[in-house]
């Protein structure tokens, strides 16, 4: 049995968006990036979806907002992490 591709962790377009939001991208390198990103979504709960109309249609807005802020923290907490690990 193969899963879809289509199914995927709603908190990875968040933590995206939010480096994004930050230019991750711009001030560090491809092999810290990925490191970020593990070191991040490990610290979040999983929330599985198919189509981002599922999150648009039955998030409400605070728990949108919960959602952000647990990924603005675990970044913070993840840059503190890999600077002092020198990851």
């Given at each position: 049995m193969k899963i879809s591709d289509d199914i995927h962790n709603y908190y990875e377009k968040l933590v995206v968006k939010q480096f994004t939001a930050m230019k991750i991208d711009d001030t560090y390198d491809t092999d810290f990036v990925a490191d970020?990103?593990?070191v991040v979504?490990?610290?979040l709960p999983t929330r599985y979806i198919r189509h981002e109309v599922d999150m648009a249609f039955y998030l409400s807005p605070s728990e949108r907002f919960e959602m952000e802020n647990k990924v603005n923290k675990a970044i913070?907490?993840?840059l503190e992490?890999?600077?002092k690990h020198k990851l």
């Open positions: 970020l990103t593990c979504l490990n610290q913070s907490r993840s992490f890999m600077k």
